[in-house]
């Protein structure tokens, strides 16, 4: 699974997964911390659509941890001040790259799809409701 | 009169803010953060913007310290922004990626994916009402699937439709970096990417006013077509170790503006004839702060096309009076002790005097 879709199962969805998975298995194995969770900013960089060309629109707040085995780096980057998810989620980045743990990490991971599915479902019909109906105008 | 510096105002200050902390806990009792953070969506959205920090948190810990006051409580947020390092910088953010929570055209009646009003004030009676509470009105419905062709995180823009019928001509992607007003001082002319991240970051206020003064004739003086506002849930990604395998670190609301305007000047087709188009003048900024997203895609269009010597052309003139902490800091600024300088006027006014005294 790319970086880009299980972060964001984790980051939406998982956030309770996340910290469970590394509580569980952070004795299973070897790291080193590189930078504990701290706070930082991430500048955010957009494409407008006028011209086409790009814009620094600001900042968000995130937190970062950093952790290591040998040369491999696990980063956890989340937005907000979330310390603990953060370092979960530089565990289960390390997890990834080394390849260990993935049984149960994909397992965690379908279960959190199932739970994003549904709630695209039920917030997209949520929003619908407030959609313009104009033949019901013409009526 | 020579100048003798003093001191001895220490003991003063000191009860200033004792007094001033007993002032705000006068009523007894307090709100919380969350209290805020729950109920003050929109000052949230606007002080987040004004202070160009994403963090619903600590706009909420910002607007309680400065009891409500919209310009401290952006300076607040502004003061600690400097204090936290810069750890990434995101991915090109693409607005089609937004889960769109709210989008309504003023031009077109039919647009792909519909007019979605979304959560909106617009719709509500403007009378004051004194019952607040909230109603728990989620009362259980039947479910029932509402049909739909686009996803809401993949709904087609509206100068798609524009580009389609020929009418407006998409630039091909300038991928050059953008300057950083926090990194570096505006110099003028200033670039496309100064402007745009001076405005997004712009005192509501000040956006809106000079917005309004260009519709009403200090600039361009046309009345634009809102051709989308747009409301969402837009994702963020870094990709910190260039691999092209991006991390996603979380969802920002933003609120996106196109305003077409009628082209001044024409452009050319292939075969060299000139023919009328739109061109687009754009907003966008954090949280749902739409008169400002759309006050600034106003702003935008009239600087990046300026009129004649109009006020609202004036990069110069736009940018450096719309920053919240700067225009209210110096006017600020002005109540604090100027004694040396004001000594020097007074012997001069005094000097002229007794010259015209002699």
Request: proline share 3%.
């Amino acid at each position: 699974m790319e970086r880009k879709r299980w972060t964001s199962l984790f980051i939406k969805y998982g956030e309770q997964e996340a910290i469970e998975f590394f509580n569980t298995y952070q004795s299973q194995v070897d790291f080193d911390i590189i930078s504990e969770p701290a706070e930082g900013l991430t500048m955010i960089k957009v494409r407008e659509h006028a011209e086409n060309s790009l814009f620094y629109i600001g900042e968000m707040l995130v937190t970062e941890t950093k952790i290591r085995q040998g040369q491999t780096v696990g980063l956890g980057v989340v937005k907000g001040s979330n310390a603990k998810l953060s370092e979960a989620l530089s565990f289960i980045d390390l997890c990834f790259k080394l390849e260990v743990l993935l049984e149960a990490l994909e397992d965690i991971l379908a279960k959190l799809e199932l739970k994003e599915s549904v709630f695209i479902k039920s917030r997209t019909n949520e929003i619908l409701k407030t959609k313009v109906d104009f033949d019901m105008m013409a009526e | 009169m020579g100048y003798v510096a003093v001191k001895g105002g220490t003991k003063a200050i000191q009860a200033s803010v004792r007094m001033y902390k007993d002032k705000q806990h006068a009523a007894g009792y307090e709100i919380e953060v969350e209290h805020i953070k729950a109920n003050m969506n929109q000052l949230i959205n606007q002080i987040m913007s004004e202070a160009s920090l994403y963090d619903r948190d600590l706009a909420a810990l910002s607007i309680l310290q400065a009891e409500g006051n919209m310009e401290e409580a952006v300076f607040l947020l502004r003061a600690h922004r400097s204090t936290l390092p810069r750890l990434h910088y995101s991915t090109v953010t693409n607005t089609r990626d937004m889960f769109v929570e709210r989008r309504v055209s003023a031009s077109f009646k039919d647009i792909p994916g519909g007019q979605i009003l979304g959560a909106s004030p617009d719709f509500t009676h403007r009378l004051l009402d004194d019952d607040q509470s909230f109603a728990g009105n989620k009362t259980a419905e039947a479910y029932t699937e509402i049909p739909h062709t686009h996803a809401l995180d993949a709904l087609p823009k509206v100068i798609d439709y524009l580009e389609q019928e020929g009418l407006f001509s998409k630039k091909p992607e300038d991928d050059r970096e953008p300057d950083d007003i926090t990194k570096q001082s505006i110099e003028f002319p200033s670039s496309r990417s100064e402007r745009l991240q001076s405005l997004t970051r712009g005192q509501t206020g000040a956006v809106t006013s000079l917005g309004y003064a260009e519709i009403r004739g200090y600039g361009y003086s046309s009345h634009p077509n809102i051709g989308e506002v747009r409301v969402g849930q837009q994702p963020v990604h870094i990709d910190p170790f260039d691999t092209g395998d991006a991390y996603y670190i979380g969802d920002i609301e933003l609120t996106e503006v196109e305003a077409f305007m009628p082209a001044d000047e024409d452009d050319m087709d292939d075969l060299g004839n000139t023919e009328k188009t739109f061109k687009i003048g754009y907003g966008l900024t954090f949280g749902q702060n739409e008169t400002k997203a759309i006050a600034m895609s106003v702003l935008d269009y009239s600087l990046e096309h300026p009129v004649g010597d109009a006020a609202t052309s004036d990069d110069e003139f736009v940018l450096l009076h719309i920053d919240s902490v700067e225009s209210t800091g110096f006017i600020s600024h002005l109540k604090l002790p100027h004694y040396v300088t004001f000594q020097s006027v007074l012997d001069r006014v005094r000097q002229t005097k007794g010259e015209h005294g002699q």
